[in-house]
């Protein structure tokens, strides 16, 4: 997801992309990537980033309602429909010094981004590239070192311990072949 959009990762989060305008007033839809379009208000000030990596000045979000798996936001500067059609594809990021606090038994997605999964062994899996959600749970796209992608859902039945550098992991029989080339 990141890799769309060309931003100074150790300042801002990807939280979503701006799928199309919506109505004549300057609404837009937004994906968010949490899958969770109801938190997009839980955001005062955001940032656009488009495919070349320019970053709008910040942006408030007047109001913010979920549609399904969209957010219909309305922000401060964008009141009209020419406006919202020019923002249309554009990332959303926010500052991740603005990131709400979270329980030690939750994670950010970008938390667990290039953290290496091991096997109870200690055999390595490769490190987590991206993360999506298949709208059951989140998924861990991992690169093996062989350079196979392995998926891994974020279970409790899978994952045993996440450090600061490594998710343990004990995968049932078959799940890690199953990816396999």
């Known amino acids: 997801m990141s890799s769309e959009y060309n931003f100074p990762e150790d300042k801002f989060v990807l939280i979503g992309k701006i799928v ?16 969770h379009p109801e938190r997009l208000s839980d955001y005062q000030q955001v940032f656009l980033v488009d495919e070349k990596g320019v970053l709008s000045p910040s942006l408030q979000v007047n ?3 979920p549609q399904g798996k969209m957010a219909i936001t309305l922000f401060e500067t964008i009141f009209d429909r020419n406006r919202a059609e020019h923002v249309e594809g554009r990332g959303v990021l926010v500052a991740r010094d603005s990131l709400p606090e979270i329980d ?3 994670y950010y997605w970008h938390q667990l981004i290039g953290k290496e999964v091991v096997g109870l062994d200690g055999n390595s899996f490769g490190k987590v590239r991206e993360m999506f959600s298949n709208g059951a749970q989140d998924i861990m796209v991992v690169s093996a070192p062989n350079g196979d992608e392995i998926l891994i859902p ?5 994952v045993v311990e996440t450090g600061e550098e490594y998710i343990v992991i ?3 029989e078959g799940l890690i072949n ?3 080339t």
Not at 22 to 34: A, I, Q, T, W
Not at 154 to 158: F, G, P, T
């Open 178 to 180: 199953m990816n396999e």
């Open 154 to 158: 974020i279970i409790a039945d899978i």
């Open 170 to 172: 004990d995968p049932p």
């Open 104 to 106: 030690a038994s939750e």
């Open 20 to 35: 199309k305008a919506h109505g004549m007033r300057g609404e837009v839809k937004v994906f968010l990537y949490s899958g």
């Open 63 to 65: 109001k913010s309602r």
